[in-house]
């Protein structure tokens, strides 16, 4: 067994909480250079140019890209050989998630009660997602979710003859109606199989998936560019002010499902879509 | 590029199009759900409200705490249309204008037009850029609510685009992809 120190992942989760909300991931800003060369409105491209200006004023001062500094996924890998020492996890999570947003002047956005709703003033509890894997590694991968797009997100538990353009209308639909409260271009995960809980995470899971991918099974990959190029003819452009950029990725996570059903989440995200990971 | 200051004149709101994009200077004031939500409980009081909101330029915000030597954080805007319940008795009260990200209800254009005010966009998810025009900043109601205090904000050049003018035009309203 090797052992892994609780406080070395808090110090990590810290970290990782600054990178991701000062540094806009790299596939996320080469998409948006990408969707300027192609656009032709000019306001759409006048919107663009502001985000990567935005990008680089913000890992320049330090700023937060965007000030919905979100709630904070955490996505754990741990190796089965590892051994945690020195505490609880959780708390170690949290402590770093904590830290982070205090010291680095992240907005508390997180509420400790969905009915009577006092913010925690500390940006915690994160929602923490635990796989065991093999090996003696763990990785964490920080994200952190602002809520104009998760407000946006949809599941829906199809039937399983359901037509690949139904499952295709739904998602489209979920994109019209979260026309400009998602702050458009979107990037969409979509998580297909498995339960409804299942789907859900898998959507979540595909967020983290560099925009551009695919899916490595030819017939979704095909579903992926599908909805990537009909999703982008709806119009709805950078803050639905139209044009030809209204989606700069979308990637799909599938995991087998029952003969009777086929669950299909989406999981809505924007074009300040983040997130930062690091092995130890 | 249009240059205007507030608090907004009346003959300002009046020459701006839907469309027009706008660098607006001067104090606006911050004000999100729970701020929307606690004016709210006030009027319905009766009680004289602690803050005089004639004139006063409502921005849908809340900011990241400021950095060392800065005046604000990242300072985006949010969804309008969660305040959109609050914004006509905020109109009645006498606030000239409005900013926010996306479209706006009926009932919230019909009073814009009715009271002659203005609702802008600022594009979402730039904070950082948005808080370069950003020269003074205080908590000046509500401290308790932390992000969602009011804060008064002193703007130079800030960067918005007319989404409802005064004659209730509104840019969303062709948008194809809403009415479907
Ligand atoms: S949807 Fe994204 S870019 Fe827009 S305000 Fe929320 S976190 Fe920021």
Redesign the interface.
């Known amino acids: 067994m090797r052992k892994v120190s609780v406080s070395k992942i808090r110090d990590t989760v810290a970290d990782l909480c600054l990178k991701a909300n000062f540094e806009l991931r790299e596939d996320v800003l080469a998409a948006i250079r990408a969707a300027v060369d192609n656009e032709t409105e000019a306001r759409a491209r006048r919107i663009l140019e502001s985000i990567i200006e935005n990008a680089r004023l913000a890992k320049s001062k330090r700023l937060a890209i965007c000030q919905d500094t979100g709630i904070v996924v955490v996505h754990l890998q741990l190796g089965q050989n590892v051994s945690l020492t020195g505490g609880s996890l959780i708390s170690a999570i949290n402590e770093g998630v904590s830290r982070a947003y205090m010291t680095g002047c992240l907005r508390s956005s997180v509420v400790g009660d969905v009915r009577v709703r006092k913010n925690t003033m500390n940006n915690t509890p994160a929602v923490i997602h635990t796989e065991i894997v093999k090996g003696d590694k763990v990785k964490i991968t920080v994200s952190p979710k602002g809520f104009g797009s998760e407000n946006k997100s949809a599941i829906k538990m199809f039937i399983p003859t359901a037509s690949d353009e139904e499952i295709e209308d739904f998602i489209i639909e979920v994109v019209k109606k979260a026309g400009t409260g998602a702050c458009p271009p979107v990037i969409l995960g979509i998580g297909m199989g498995g339960t409804f809980d299942e789907a859900s995470l898998l959507a979540k899971k595909a967020l983290l998936e560099p925009v551009g991918s695919s899916n490595p099974k030819p017939h979704m990959a095909k579903l992926e560019r599908e909805l990537i190029s009909k999703i982008n003819s709806l119009g709805i452009g950078p803050m639905g002010l139209g044009g030809k950029t209204t989606i700069l990725g979308l990637r799909i996570l599938d995991y087998p499902t029952h003969i009777a059903g086929l669950p299909v989440a989406v999981n809505v995200s924007c074009h300040a879509t983040r997130s930062a990971e690091r092995t130890i | 590029m249009i240059k205007i200051t507030a608090p907004l004149e009346k003959n300002v709101i009046k020459k701006l199009k839907v469309g027009d994009e706008v660098l607006l200077s001067g104090v606006i004031f911050t004000a999100r759900d729970?701020a929307h939500k606690r004016l709210s409980d006030l009027i319905k009081k009766g009680g004289r409200l602690p803050i005089n909101l004639k004139e006063a330029v409502i921005y849908y915000?809340?900011?990241?705490?400021?950095?060392p030597g800065?005046p604000i954080?990242?300072?985006?805007p949010?969804?309008s249309?969660r305040m959109d319940r609050f914004t006509p008795e905020l109109i009645k009260l006498g606030i000239s204008a409005m900013i926010g990200?996306?479209?706006r209800s009926e009932e919230v254009r019909k009073a814009i037009k009715n009271n002659k005010c203005v609702y802008f966009?600022a594009?979402?998810?730039?904070?950082?850029?948005l808080?370069?025009k950003v020269k003074s900043a205080s908590v000046v109601l509500f401290k308790d609510?932390?992000?969602?205090a009011i804060h008064r904000l002193e703007v130079k050049d800030f960067?918005l685009?007319v989404g409802i003018d005064s004659q209730g035009r509104d840019?969303?309203a062709k948008?194809?992809?809403?009415s479907?």
């Open positions: 729970a915000c809340g900011p990241t705490p400021p950095p800065l954080g990242s300072c985006g949010t969804t249309s990200k996306g479209d966009l594009t979402g998810g730039i904070g950082a850029l808080a370069t609510l932390g992000t969602e960067p685009i840019i969303y948008a194809k992809w809403k479907e």
